[in-house]
């Protein structure tokens, strides 16, 4: 009995290469607001961040931050405030790979600062590596499900969408 070769075929292949990578595998509906295993807050899908991984991932990589300094780097993270695209990338890039500059009180009351570790790059197997299928957003009165997105800590880093290889109409 031979299977067809279709897209679902395709992205099941994907999730089992993944999985064997290390991947924790979820199905994006699974794990939507209001379910069990919900790790999205928003019930429109407008959320592109998984807030519990990365909330997290900040205590779990950054032990010695207080945490008003992890919600800072929470905040910075997430609500990215630059004129333009190419602006947001750059800054989200420099605080994936350097850090997030934070700025805490101690307990003199004296104001240290730090950088908040965003992904461990030294010890792979200290990030949540996560492959969600199926995963939906919404903007505006658009709604796009990519086949695979791949998370880490949280953060969406790619997105996947596979095709037919076997349909001639299939476009990139």
Known sequence: MTRAFTESVVEDAALSWFEALGYRVL?????AAGEP??????????????????????ARLNPELPPEALEDAFRKLTRLDAPTLLERNRATHRMLVDGVTVEYRRTDGSIAGAQARVIDFDAAEDNDWLAVN????????????????????????AVIELKNAADENATV
Do not use: K
């Open 37 to 58: 295993g919900a790790e999205r807050r928003d019930p429109a899908y407008r959320d592109v961040v998984l807030e519990p991984g990365l909330r997290d991932a900040l």
């Open 134 to 157: 199926q995963f939906t957003l919404s903007e505006g009165q658009h709604t796009r499900r990519p086949d695979v997105v791949l998370f880490v800590n949280g953060l969406a880093l």
């Open 27 to 31: 199905h994006g509906p699974d794990i």
